[in-house]
T-cell receptor
Framework: EAQVTQNPRYLITVTGKKLTVTCSQN?????MSWYRQDPGLGLRQIYY???????DKGDVPEGYKVSRKEKRNFPLILESPSPNQTSLYFC????????????FGQGTRLTVV | DAKTTQPNSMESNEEEPVHLPCNHS???????IHWYRQLPSQGPEYVIH???SNVNNRMASLAIAEDRKSSTLILHRATLRDAAVYYC????????????????FGQGTILTVHP
């Protein structure tokens, strides 16, 4: 079954404590991205990756890092989380062309206190 | 990316057809029209996409105006499970012919389905 898997689904952490949200896809997709969803602001892209070792900033990259060492994995790293990063995060993957569909993970609800 | 305009909310009764409109008057010739939906507590889910011709799949139909400045997502028989936020998104191509998959979400249309 085609899947994008995120872990954890829920996370509560304290300000400044480094954390990683993992994302894995089983469809051999080149393109992967991270979005955050906030009330009234909708879904906004944080970072994206066009293939292994190729990443770039999206619309709201401040405070986040990513890496793409393997095609299937695209972790989101918060080196020093702050309360304004409390949000619902989604990972997505696609074949990378405008004509194809994107698959989304189930989301990670992060609370930074 | 070109902007889309959708109604904030719509309501329907179960087993009735639903027509969700989207305006995209500044669409370019290479923009594909995509629809996604987001069910409560879930990630967005692909519904359908098209370029110029009307499209049908197992979930819905997409009717595209002849001038491509508007489109309509049609759910033929709404069910309670179709209650979701529906997003109309334009995906363009860069100079290399790929869009690298970026989706620019607007606020979408909240669809309520009554039993």
């Amino acid at each position: 079954e085609a899947q994008v898997t995120q872990n954890p689904r829920y996370l509560i952490t304290v300000t400044g404590k480094k954390l990683t949200v993992t994302c894995s896809q089983n469809m051999n997709h080149e393109y992967m991205s991270w979005y955050r969803q906030d009330p009234g602001l909708g879904l906004r892209q944080i970072y994206y990756s066009m293939n292994v070792e190729v990443t770039d900033k999206g619309d709201v990259p401040e405070g986040y890092k990513v890496s793409r060492k393997e095609k299937r994995n695209f972790p989101l790293i918060l080196e020093s989380p702050s309360p304004n990063q409390t949000s619902l995060y989604f990972c997505a993957s696609s074949l990378g062309q405008g004509t194809t569909e994107a698959f989304f993970g189930q989301g990670t609800r992060l609370t930074v206190v | 990316d070109a902007k889309t305009t959708q109604p904030n909310s719509m309501e329907s009764n179960e087993e009735e057809p639903v027509h969700l409109p989207c305006n995209h008057s500044t669409i370019s010739g290479t923009d594909y029209i995509h629809w996604y939906r987001q069910l409560p507590s879930q990630g967005p889910e692909y519904v359908i996409h098209g370029l110029t011709s009307n499209v049908n799949n197992r979930m819905a139909s997409l009717a595209i105006a002849e001038d491509r400045k508007s489109s309509t997502l049609i759910l033929h028989r709404a069910t309670l499970r179709d209650a979701a936020v529906y997003y109309c998104i334009l995906r363009g191509l860069d100079a290399g012919g790929t869009s690298y998959g970026k989706l620019t979400f607007g606020q979408g249309t909240i669809l309520t389905v009554h039993p």
